[in-house]
């Protein structure tokens, strides 16, 4: 097969190498037939080839689908891409029949409908591969509902939280993805075959009928806008990249954790990695790797927006370089959705340091504050009262629970013997608003999170 008629020469060999996307788009050989027989079937259907011949197509072209997949279909590299490997080959086996086929459509609209099917899988996956994190976030929060960690501002320990607080703040962050994904499906579920190079068909297809047969909501309304739009690449790009980014924080808060300075938690050895030299490192490889693949993905995001800012309509050949960023991006998000997912089954809570990591640097101290408020005096006086006594404490070298009252009391006579009662377990237990860390509403939020995981998501 040739596409060469217009030009007196063939083809120069550097041309030709460098505009080849097979070994790139040949992963979209399923996509590509499951349109063409879905094409096929509406043009015998519409009467524009006969049903005889639509058969023998759809035929041929299940055939060749599984000579791929059983590794014995013949690729070659001369003619382009995926698309017109599969032509060729089905015009080779069934002569002119096959050759009608593309009756009706380019490859303009027919690359963008590929693209279409393979991303709504890639959502679909995705929502999935989410959704398995968050159920081992909730696991791991259910194995641990008692445990008080310190909560940090500025990388500084702050107040005292609930360990399962803390998993679930994450499991928020992923349940914002999910919505995401919802939402780029939504745009993605746009059938856009039958807008032919450009400007549509002159033949009496039933573009409908193809959405339907290809599981497609609703059909592009413009078919210049239907060949160049690849918005709903950036939709998922840009949707990977915040997974992505919520999964690096939660990296770096595991490759934290699991320093001895920290000593928060300890990795399986089955997801921890050694050193070429020192016998005694456990490393956390893969949340290490997961923040640096973070900045892959966002790369790919720059390098789709880059590409399609300044193009004009239509169809431009740039759009072949909207491929191999999409698909890095799946095929590192899935993959990084699914070895955390796993890590986190594995992840080891030492509640004897968060405990003792809660009670140094006085994280009680707003809660002593909140003990001056509830004396009648104003919070910001409150806040300069326990400053000071804080500025004291650290003097001394005693923490508040060691402290005498009548040092207390050097700072306001209204301190009394219950401020002694002051712990850590009242401290979470009274943050019992809405959201908050207690463990009633940490037992809400975690009966919530349930019911969001077995609802329909896309």
Same mark, same amino acid.
């Given at each position: ?9 063939? &083809? ?33 259907? *519409? ?6 011949? $639509?058969? *023998? =197509? ?7 689908? *599984?000579? =791929? ?13 995926? @698309? &017109? ?5 089905? !015009? ?6 096959g ?15 590929d ?11 995705? =929502? ?35 360990f ?30 039958g /807008? ?29 806008? $239907? ?58 490889d ?8 973070t ?10 927006l ?13 759009? *072949? ?13 899935l993959? !990084? ?27 009680? $101290? ?16 409150? @806040? /300069? ?58 037992e ?13 998501q896309?």
């Amino acid at each position: 097969m040739t596409l060469r008629s217009r030009f007196n020469k063939a &083809m120069d060999r550097l041309v030709r190498d460098y505009t080849v996307s097979l070994p790139c788009d040949r992963r979209l050989y399923k996509y590509d037939i499951a349109g063409s027989i879905a094409h096929a079937r509406m043009l015998g259907r *519409q009467g524009i080839i006969s049903t005889e011949e $639509a058969e *023998q =197509i759809i035929e041929a072209l299940l055939s060749i689908q *599984q000579e =791929i997949e059983n590794g014995e279909f013949d690729f070659n590299d001369d003619l382009e891409d995926i @698309h &017109m490997n599969i032509e060729a080959c089905l !015009t080779e086996r069934l002569g002119e029949t096959g050759a009608k086929l593309h009756t009706a459509r380019s490859r303009n609209d027919q690359v963008a409908l590929d693209l279409r099917l393979f991303t709504k899988d890639a959502i679909y996956n995705t =929502i999935a591969a989410i959704k398995g994190l968050q159920h081992a976030l909730l696991e791991l929060a259910e194995a641990n509902k008692s445990v008080v960690m310190p909560g940090y501002t500025h990388l500084q320990k702050a107040q005292p939280i609930l360990f399962a607080h803390h998993c679930l703040a994450y499991f928020e962050m992923f349940q914002r993805d999910l919505e995401r994904f919802g939402e780029a499906l939504e745009r993605t579920d746009v059938l856009p075959l039958g /807008s032919g190079a450009l400007a549509g068909v002159p033949y009496p297809i039933d573009r409908e009928f193809v959405a339907r047969e290809l599981n497609f909501s609703r059909i592009s309304g413009n078919s210049l806008d $239907a060949v160049s739009d690849r918005d709903f690449v950036l939709d998922y790009l840009s949707a990977a990249s915040l997974a992505m980014m919520h999964i690096s924080r939660l990296a770096e808060e595991i490759v934290l954790w699991t320093t001895a300075e920290f000593d928060f938690v300890e990795l399986d050895d089955s997801f921890a990695t050694g050193s070429s030299i020192m016998p005694q490192k456990k490393n956390p490889d893969v949340a290490e790797l997961a923040r640096a693949r973070t900045g892959r993905t966002y790369g790919h995001l720059m390098a789709a927006l880059t590409m399609l800012k300044a193009l004009p309509l239509s169809y431009n050949r740039d759009l *072949q370089e909207d491929k191999e960023g999409l698909f890095d991006t799946v095929d590192t998000l899935l993959a !990084t959705l699914e070895v955390f997912a796993a890590m986190l089954s594995g992840l080891r809570i030492k509640e004897d340091n968060t405990r003792r990591a809660a009670e140094e640097n006085y994280t009680l $101290a707003t809660d002593v504050a909140d003990y001056l408020v509830g004396k009648g005096i104003p919070f910001r006086q409150a @806040h /300069s009262i326990v400053g000071s006594l804080v500025r004291y404490a650290i003097g001394i070298g005693q923490s508040l629970r060691n402290i005498e009252l009548s040092d207390y009391r050097r700072f306001s006579p209204v301190f009394d013997n219950d401020v002694k009662a002051i712990t850590l377990e009242t401290s979470v237990e009274t943050r019992s608003s809405h959201g908050g860390t207690s463990p009633q509403q940490v037992e809400r939020a975690l009966a919530a999170a349930r019911q969001k995981l077995d609802e329909k998501q896309g």
